[in-house]
């Protein structure tokens, strides 16, 4: 049973493979050049505090445009990759053995349909995590100094999705429904739409933005209206979810226009025609700023909620177990339609 | 012939309101060869996939080998089945099914499976998406016979061949036949293959179970009548009238008597061959169907 199944999808294995091994030949280099580059500059800026730039890294390095297309297009390969799983492997795994009737080849042979299934979905899904832990570790590796520069890997979406454990529960959840999804409508083009109408709805929409930030009680930090004296109160490489202004009644503005502002404070801006733009704190900087003072005496003041950095790893240990009860309940509705349904 | 290798008591399978089988009694002795005959839609493949262990009746009770058909090892094991559409892995060759066989079956003939193509000239090393529609047929006829199965059951295997492929299959099948131990079901509604190789016939049409027998004892039994149209009805309390063509003043019978029966005075008496027996139920089935 082990040959067989080798042989029938050595050919994805060797694709893969080789898919690996290019991407290991562009992470290597770049990752070695990216961290070397880092730990230069950060000792000639040691000797010479003054240099310019050094105040401010992450802004100055790598910012050719290789590195930059580097720097975005690498996490969000790894973001899509379980994708290209769930479709190339996932969902003809099944769907191309009924389409064919070559499972009524398979079955009438003397192997249960339990152990055919059994030894098919155990490779499959072994080499799924096996490949997607290897490119997720290079990734991982290669992310350090971008992590370090941004001082951030838990905030974005790509650096959170393409580093540490998830990807290989992405991967495997992806593989997982291309498979049922093949068992239940029988044909691979069927699948291969329904499992990445619901990779991209899951993983990419609904994960990120609305089931992420809910893993543990944010933490809640609040301050007067002015500039910079919230983010001071956040803690480096926090996950910011969200951050309003208050008013006095407890109402929270998530973007905060003149008509937000009382009455007295309008009239500052108006006399000095500064209008105010978006989220937060006002336009014109400075200690002292009358605006600010006006609103803090009308009894507003700013509001964050943040999950530290510390529960990075929680955050990826749940995230990665949901996913992964997700895919036993995909392989379990595999395990019914496969063996209670006839050929 | 011996004891029953399949026996089927009520079988029925239905897909949503649409019964596709349905009160299916058979009964096919061990060593024989059974012509499964019927017009497309008959429900022969439903009643194969069900002895096979691939569908699962809706009521009903069926014996294979004296077992209940299920997906079982050792029930698989004595099993050799080919669907209709003769299924192969396309981008294996010939030589990787001859292996896969012999992974996927704890018996398997596989020397005998590589000289038999050999012999039919079937290149090992070629994919087998890339061999002819006989070539295929031969490959997986070929595989089946290796697992060395007790009963062999096939759907409709040569009605995609040419007559050149479908006469050199069924030559195999005859050999096979012959070299002993074998009961054999053949799906088809192509009377003329089944002729050759078949010593048994179940006629399955709208469904239903109409004749169950070997093919000696149906030419025995079966009689075509001739005689006054008047009489016809006075004979239909005697006899069991299958299939009935009047003109008139002139009434053509297929009858089926008993052994003890006797042909009335005045109608004359002639041996229909096994295919307008067989036409006569299917016919008598249709007729069914208007009503």
Same mark, same amino acid.
């Given at each position: 049973?082990?040959?067989?199944?080798?042989?029938?999808?050595?050919?994805? $294995?060797?694709?893969? *493979? !080789?898919?690996?091994? &290019?991407?290991?030949?562009?992470? +290597?280099?770049? /990752?070695?050049? =990216?961290?070397?580059?880092?730990?230069?500059?950060?000792?000639?800026?040691?000797?010479?505090?003054?240099?310019?730039?050094?105040?401010?890294?992450?802004?100055?390095?790598?910012?050719?445009?290789?590195?930059?297309?580097?720097?975005?297009?690498?996490?969000?390969?790894?973001?899509?990759?379980?994708?290209?799983?769930?479709?190339?492997w996932?969902?003809?795994?099944l769907?191309?053995?009924?389409?064919e009737?070559?499972?009524?080849?398979?079955?009438?042979?003397?192997?249960?349909?339990?152990?055919?299934?059994?030894?098919?979905?155990?490779?499959?899904?072994?080499?799924?995590?096996?490949?997607?832990?290897?490119?997720?570790?290079l990734?991982?590796?290669?992310?350090?100094?971008?992590?370090?520069?941004?001082?951030?890997?838990?905030?974005?979406?790509?650096? $959170?999705?393409?580093? *540490? !454990?998830v990807?290989? &529960?992405?991967?495997?959840?992806? +593989?997982?429904? /291309?498979i049922? =999804?093949?068992?239940?409508?029988?044909?691979?083009m069927?699948a291969?739409?329904?499992?990445?109408?619901?990779?991209?709805?899951?993983?990419?929409?609904?994960?990120?933005?609305?089931?992420?930030?809910?893993?543990?009680?944010?933490?809640?930090?609040?301050?007067?209206?002015?500039?910079?004296?919230?983010?001071s109160?956040?803690?480096?490489?926090?996950?910011?979810?969200?951050?309003?202004?208050?008013?006095?009644?407890?109402?929270?503005?998530?973007?905060?226009?003149?008509?937000?502002?009382?009455?007295?404070?309008?009239k500052?801006?108006?006399?000095?025609?500064?209008?105010?733009t978006?989220?937060?704190?006002?336009?014109?900087?400075?200690p002292?700023?009358?605006?600010?003072?006006?609103?803090?005496?009308?009894?507003?003041?700013?509001?964050?909620?943040?999950?530290?950095?510390?529960?990075?790893?929680?955050?990826?240990?749940?995230?990665?177990?949901?996913?992964?009860?997700?895919?036993?309940?995909?392989?379990?509705a595999?395990?019914?339609?496969?063996?209670?349904?006839?050929? | 012939?011996?004891?029953?290798?399949?026996?089927?008591?009520?079988?029925?399978?239905?897909?949503?309101?649409?019964?596709?089988?349905?009160?299916?009694?058979?009964?096919?002795?061990?060593?024989?060869?059974?012509?499964?005959?019927?017009?497309?839609?008959?429900?022969?493949?439903?009643?194969?996939?069900?002895?096979?262990?691939?569908?699962?009746?809706?009521?009903?009770?069926?014996?294979?080998?004296?077992?209940?058909p299920?997906?079982?090892?050792?029930?698989?094991?004595?099993?050799?089945?080919?669907?209709?559409?003769?299924?192969?892995?396309?981008?294996?060759?010939?030589?990787?099914?001859?292996?896969?066989g012999?992974?996927?079956?704890?018996r398997?003939?596989?020397?005998?499976?590589?000289?038999?193509?050999?012999?039919?000239k079937?290149?090992?090393?070629?994919?087998?998406?890339?061999?002819?529609?006989?070539?295929?047929?031969?490959?997986?006829?070929?595989?089946?016979?290796?697992?060395?199965?007790?009963?062999?059951?096939?759907?409709?295997?040569?009605?995609?061949?040419?007559?050149?492929?479908?006469?050199?299959?069924?030559?195999?099948?005859a050999?096979?036949?012959?070299?002993?131990?074998?009961?054999?079901?053949?799906?088809?509604?192509?009377?003329?293959?089944?002729?050759?190789?078949?010593?048994?016939?179940?006629?399955?049409?709208?469904?239903?179970?109409?004749?169950?027998?070997?093919?000696?004892?149906?030419?025995h039994?079966?009689?075509?009548?001739?005689?006054?149209?008047?009489?016809?009805?006075?004979?239909?309390?005697?006899?069991?009238?299958?299939?009935?063509?009047?003109?008139?003043?002139?009434?053509?019978?297929?009858?089926?008597?008993?052994?003890?029966?006797?042909?009335?005075?005045?109608?004359?008496?002639?041996?229909?061959?096994?295919?307008?027996?067989?036409?006569?139920?299917?016919?008598?089935?249709?007729?069914?169907?208007?009503?």
């Open positions: 049973m082990n040959w067989f199944v080798f042989r029938q999808h050595r050919k994805q $294995f060797l694709i893969v *493979g !080789i898919l690996l091994i &290019a991407f290991a030949a562009l992470i +290597v280099p770049t /990752g070695n050049h =990216f961290w070397h580059t880092y730990q230069q500059t950060l000792a000639s800026c040691k000797q010479n505090p003054a240099t310019p730039n050094c105040s401010d890294l992450s802004s100055s390095l790598f910012q050719t445009s290789t590195d930059q297309m580097l720097l975005h297009f690498v996490p969000a390969a790894i973001v899509l990759l379980p994708l290209l799983f769930g479709i190339f996932g969902a003809p795994l769907a191309n053995e009924y389409g009737g070559t499972n009524k080849l398979a079955w009438t042979q003397g192997v249960s349909r339990r152990k055919w299934l059994t030894t098919k979905l155990a490779w499959i899904l072994v080499a799924t995590a096996v490949f997607m832990g290897a490119f997720a570790t990734t991982t590796w290669w992310a350090k100094t971008p992590n370090i520069l941004n001082m951030d890997r838990f905030a974005s979406e790509a650096s $959170f999705d393409s580093q *540490g !454990i990807p290989v &529960a992405y991967g495997l959840f992806a +593989v997982a429904f /291309g049922a =999804f093949g068992a239940w409508f029988r044909k691979t069927v291969v739409g329904v499992v990445f109408g619901l990779f991209i709805a899951v993983a990419l929409i609904a994960v990120p933005n609305f089931v992420r930030p809910h893993y543990a009680a944010p933490i809640t930090v609040t301050a007067p209206m002015g500039p910079g004296i919230l983010d109160k956040i803690p480096t490489g926090a996950w910011v979810i969200e951050r309003n202004i208050v008013d006095k009644n407890g109402k929270a503005f998530n973007s905060f226009n003149l008509e937000n502002m009382p009455p007295q404070c309008q500052i801006i108006q006399a000095s025609r500064v209008g105010t978006g989220k937060g704190v006002a336009v014109k900087a400075g002292g700023d009358p605006i600010d003072a006006c609103l803090n005496n009308a009894g507003y003041h700013q509001t964050a909620k943040y999950q530290p950095s510390y529960r990075y790893w929680d955050f990826q240990r749940i995230e990665a177990g949901m996913y992964l009860a997700l895919t036993a309940i995909a392989i379990g595999t395990y019914w339609l496969v063996l209670k349904r006839d050929a | 012939m011996g004891a029953a290798a399949i026996q089927t008591k009520g079988l029925g399978k239905r897909y949503g309101s649409f019964w596709a089988l349905e009160n299916c009694d058979i009964s096919v002795p061990e060593g024989s060869v059974s012509a499964l005959v019927g017009p497309n839609g008959a429900g022969k493949s439903t009643l194969l996939k069900i002895l096979v262990g691939l569908s699962k009746a809706s009521t009903g009770e069926s014996s294979v080998l004296k077992r209940a299920v997906q079982h090892e050792d029930f698989l094991s004595d099993i050799g089945y080919l669907a209709q559409e003769i299924p192969l892995y396309k981008n294996l060759n010939a030589a990787e099914h001859i292996t896969m012999q992974h996927l079956n704890k398997f003939d596989e020397q005998h499976m590589t000289e038999r193509l050999k012999e039919l079937i290149p090992l090393d070629r994919p087998v998406g890339k061999l002819s529609g006989g070539m295929r047929a031969q490959v997986a006829l070929a595989l089946a016979l290796a697992k060395k199965p007790k009963l062999l059951l096939l759907d409709e295997p040569v009605a995609a061949l040419d007559p050149l492929a479908r006469h050199d299959f069924l030559s195999s099948l050999q096979a036949v012959a070299d002993g131990g074998l009961t054999v079901v053949m799906s088809s509604h192509l009377l003329a293959d089944l002729e050759r190789v078949s010593d048994h016939v179940i006629v399955l049409a709208s469904g239903q179970t109409q004749l169950c027998d070997d093919i000696e004892t149906v030419l039994e079966h009689k075509l009548l001739v005689g006054p149209r008047a009489e016809s009805k006075d004979l239909a309390e005697s006899v069991q009238i299958i299939h009935e063509t009047h003109t008139a003043k002139q009434s053509t019978l297929l009858v089926r008597l008993s052994k003890s029966a006797k042909v009335p005075n005045g109608w004359q008496q002639h041996e229909p061959n096994i295919e307008e027996i067989i036409l006569a139920y299917m016919g008598q089935a249709q007729e069914g169907d208007a009503r």
